[in-house]
């Protein structure tokens, strides 16, 4: 079931137990990709709260406390980079989705889920929806946390490779990041198997082993 249109609500349906999943980290060189999984209170409500990508770092943080303090349950998981290139980045992220749910306290019955496409997690039903980081309370919330805690995970892999400014991109393919590959090649952290439109940067990875 596909859900392409809903206001920001704090829940999509009041009979099951319901958790909101998100991820963060898709579009990525280099690094895990994170998902999180949100309970938060049915009457949950707060007016700063939405999709991540819409807020600044600072803003996110601040929820990300505020999340933690009034959610039912969270947790947050990763899938790595060599998961990532072993099943391909979609199967990753639902892995990563998985694992969160996985480590939840409170067990829920329903699934909500940011995108277009997920593997049912076990017996729980679940409803996919588009953007739906901007219209369910829980998912913006799943988002929220995803998204700092694979930050702050990109800013301690930097001071193993500052070179790559992982403090700054956070893995994603900014121009710098490109060039310091084509300049020193891939780290052990880097995800091969992507397919970066760059036919330069497709060249060293058939040379260059992670360094």
């Known amino acids: 079931m596909t859900v392409t249109s809903q206001p920001l609500l704090a829940r999509f349906q009041h009979t099951l137990l319901e958790a909101g999943c998100d991820e963060a980290g898709r579009g990525c060189l280099a690094g895990p990709v994170f998902a999180a999984a949100v309970i938060l209170p049915s009457d949950f409500n707060h007016p700063e709260l939405n999709d991540s990508k819409q807020l600044d770092e600072k803003t996110r943080y601040q929820l990300r406390r505020e999340i933690e303090q009034c959610a039912l349950a969270y947790a947050v998981a990763s899938a790595d980079n060599a998961e990532i290139d072993q099943i391909n ?60 805690y694979r930050d702050d995970y990109m800013k301690q892999l930097a001071l193993e490779h500052p070179e790559y400014l992982w403090h700054q991109n956070k893995g994603y393919p900014t121009k710098k990041h ?28 058939t040379r260059t082993a992670p360094i």
């Open 89 to 148: 980045i979609l199967q990753a992220s639902i892995l990563a989705m998985h694992r969160a749910v996985d480590m939840l306290l409170l067990r829920p019955k329903f699934l909500i889920i940011d995108g277009n496409y997920f593997k049912k997690y076990k017996a729980l039903e679940h409803v996919c929806i588009v953007r739906g980081d901007a219209k369910f309370f829980s998912i913006a919330a799943a988002s929220v946390l995803a998204k700092t």
């Open 178 to 205: 490109r060039s310091v590959i084509l300049e020193k090649g891939f780290t052990p952290y880097h995800r091969l198997t992507f397919h970066v439109g760059d036919p330069l940067l497709d060249k060293v990875k």
